[in-house]
């Protein structure tokens, strides 16, 4: 039922996406870069990018690995179809829409996924089954500290945010999956809006509202009566996980 909301969520999105998903292109930007850092004289052939959106992390990666044949897969049709207008002129990527938790993905040298497992209810499993899947698994995730002074102010108006797990949940997630070779890192990224419908609509056009869609009244109670700026952060958990 919640990856269904998901689903609707980014497929409405998917139009918007690229227009202010700014930082969610500076993360991708970061986890392609630590990639390629810790694999220095290796060059995958098959790469798989998993929760795609518009393609940020392939496209990154193409710069670098122009001959690498790619599966982009997302849950939300409407955002594969921005991709493949994108790539239009690339013959080496091919597109696959649907859950990642259940399909059933080749073996591949190297699984990418930028800002996506936050939203799958068992990330413990799917990072397991790709993990199974690949010889090298890279990601990036938000952290349960994401947002922390926006959460603080739905808090005060009885609103419930997301739920996302702790750096320290996620090492040991991963570490239970014995890489041979393995990197963690944090990062944040300071965002600012003039008020609290600036900050919602921001949300809305990247699709990230999933848990904004109940009770109407209380965000309506929010956008009245809470005017001040908002200062908050994306906090975002990096790995690197190697056979």
């Known amino acids: ?9 980014f497929n409405k999105s998917a139009t918007s996406y690229e227009s202010v998903g700014h930082i969610q292109r500076l993360i991708a930007h970061m986890l392609v870069k630590e990639i390629l850092d810790n694999m220095v004289n290796k060059e995958p052939k098959q790469i798989i990018d998993i929760g795609t959106g518009t393609g940020f992390v392939i496209e990154e990666l193409l710069k ?13 049709c409407n955002m594969i179809e921005i991709a493949k207008a ?12 649907g859950d990642a938790s259940t399909l059933d993905f080749e073996y591949s040298d190297l699984v990418t996924s930028s800002m996506s497992l936050q939203w799958f209810p068992d990330i413990k499993g799917v990072l397991k089954k790709l993990y199974n899947k690949t ?3 890279s990601f990036s ?5 994401n947002f922390k002074e926006w959460y603080e102010i739905l808090y005060q108006f009885n609103i419930s945010p997301p739920n996302f797990h702790t750096k320290k949940e996620l090492e040991e997630i991963c570490l239970c999956l014995n890489p041979r070779r393995y990197r963690f890192l944090n990062r944040s990224y300071m965002i600012k809006f ?9 949300l ?3 699709g990230a509202n999933v848990n904004n869609n109940g009770n109407k009244y209380l965000v309506k109670n ?22």
Do not use: C, G, W
Request: zero cysteines.
């Open 222 to 243: 929010l956008l009245d009566n809470y005017k001040e700026p908002i200062e908050t952060r994306y906090e975002v958990f990096f790995a690197i996980l190697e056979k």
């Open 1 to 9: 039922m919640f990856l269904k909301q998901v689903q609707h969520s």
């Open 194 to 202: 003039n008020n609290a419908l600036e900050m919602i609509k921001y």
């Open 135 to 137: 010889a090298v698994l």
């Open 204 to 206: 809305k056009k990247l």
């Open 64 to 76: 670098h690995l122009p001959h690498a044949t790619y599966t982009a897969n997302d849950l939300a």
């Open 86 to 97: 994108k790539f239009i002129n690339f013959q080496n990527i091919n597109y696959l829409v």
């Open 141 to 145: 995730t938000l952290l349960k500290e």
